[in-house]
């Protein structure tokens, strides 16, 4: 049975999980993971997809996979890639989805996080790229900066991000204006350095070299 990203967007259930998940974070004092993240991560990943020639039903799976990609955050933050694809899988094949299609949104839930994440397919890369390229101000909870951690004060410090790619399809840029009075593009760095060699590979497996570009700075 086709079932498309529409039927998962409005989906009641799925919401609710989305938003425990997100509450379950917001416990633990993390960054934003509700539906602003969520519903960025599943149209950057369907741009990039789609940028690159895929098929319409690829983009609709990814923008799903997108979409259910930190539910396992319900479960715990450990390992919450494998948590989210298990949970995913249960979702989909309970409302009749073409197995299939569960597989690709499974596996690419299952490899989008750095530590175990593989980008196995290109709907993985995508979604590895859309959802490490989503930093930005809005998703810092508490906005008193004597109580920031490392997270939100690069996050917070963040004025401007883009993730695009280039007219001749060579290179996938992530573009970032930081205020360095409130976060160093050293900060950035030393949290986010594992997250940028993944998306190395995910650029890989797109036929694509990734460009981190830093207040204009070309810094890979």
Known sequence: MKITFQDIRTNVVIK?????????????????????????????AAEILSTLGYTEHEIDLVRIAGYMHDIGNLVNRVDHSQSGALMAFRLLNELHMDAEDISDIVSTIGNHDEGTGVPISAMAAALILADKSDVRKSRVRNTKRDSFDIHDRVNYSVESSRL?????????????????????????????????ILCRKAADKLGLYFRLNINGQHLI
């Open 16 to 44: 609710t999980y989305i938003k425990k998940a997100d509450d379950a974070l917001a416990a633990l004092g993390y960054t934003e993971h509700s539906f602003a993240h969520v519903l960025r991560v599943s149209e950057v």
């Open 164 to 196: 695009s790619i280039d007219d001749a399809k060579q290179n996938i840029t992530l573009t970032l204006t930081i205020d360095t009075s409130v976060g160093s593009v050293m900060d950035y760095f030393e949290i986010f350095l594992e997250r940028m």
